[in-house]
């Protein structure tokens, strides 16, 4: 299976900004890449200047989040529609960001990856338990739940343009990382639950990304854990020089 790196540039980047990032990855992915498939995902604004430069390459554009209706009266929402438009291939979902501070259910987040399924777009669905539910020895609970309400309505035909990211709510942005023990317990987790949901064959060829404080300094012992099957990178995908050497961790596995 191919190893999957997403850089979520979250509100972050003018236009101006995104152009020369996506430029000077797609520089340094020239020189010496990756048996990683890379994929950004900037700002709303910013996602036609940097498909104008990754077009015609190897990287990928997502979108960070989609409204589940294809248009309407929904003040400030995107749809996966007009993600597709821009040329959008990926779109992050349920990110911990979007379940905190804005109040995304698992049932709206259900929503979000059924639209995204038809319009052809590939969601990222990230889960992930908060320090107060890792503490309570609930994370196992935690995450069985988000990925079952979310998936409930996905078929076995298409649950191979699924992509999962655990995220650690307690390792985002604070420079905790979850250790790679703590990370292959969890992803063992997802993958069993992938199995019960949609059968050995399929649900073991779905993608299990880790994200959460990833760094050039720990994305090598990350990568070396066989249940981590790429990366899902914040702070670190906003500068080349942190970004590329993540992605190489992959090529050399
Ligand atoms: P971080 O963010 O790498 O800055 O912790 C990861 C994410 O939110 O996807």
């Not at 990683?36 to 996602?47: D, G, I, M, N, Q």
């Not at 259910?105 to 908060?130: M, N």
Request: hydrophobic share 40%; charged share 20%; proline share 3%.
């Amino acid at each position: 299976m191919t190893s999957l790196v997403v850089g979520n540039w979250k509100m972050h980047t003018t236009q101006a900004q995104a152009r020369t990032l996506a430029r000077q990855i797609l520089r340094g992915l020239r020189k010496g890449h990756a048996g990683a498939e890379v994929v950004l995902a900037p700002p709303y604004t910013s996602l036609r200047p940097v498909r104008d430069v990754i077009r015609r390459s190897q990287i990928r554009l997502a979108g960070q989040n989609a409204h589940w209706h294809e248009s309407g009266a929904f003040t400030g929402e995107i749809s996966s529609s007009m993600l597709c438009d821009v040329g959008c291939e990926y779109v992050i979902l349920g990110h911990s960001e979007r379940r905190h501070i804005f109040g995304e259910s698992d049932r709206s987040v259900a929503q979000k990856i059924a639209a995204c399924l038809g319009q052809g777009l590939r969601p990222i669905l990230c889960v992930g338990e908060t320090l107060d539910e890792r503490e309570q020895g609930i994370t196992t609970r935690v995450i069985c739940r988000q990925l079952k309400v979310a998936l409930k309505g996905v078929s076995k035909n298409v649950i191979g343009n699924v992509e999962i990211a655990y995220e650690p709510v307690w390792a985002i942005g604070t420079g905790r990382n979850a250790t790679p023990e703590q990370v292959g317990r969890v992803h063992q987790r997802i993958r069993k639950t992938l199995v019960a949901l949609f059968g050995k064959a399929r649900g073991n060829r779905v993608r299990i990304l880790y994200g959460g404080s990833v760094k050039p300094e720990n994305a090598g012992a990350l990568a070396s854990v066989s249940e981590v099957n790429g990366l899902l990178v914040g702070g670190a995908s906003l500068k080349a020089e942190t970004f590329l050497p993540i992605v190489r961790c992959f090529s050399i596995r």
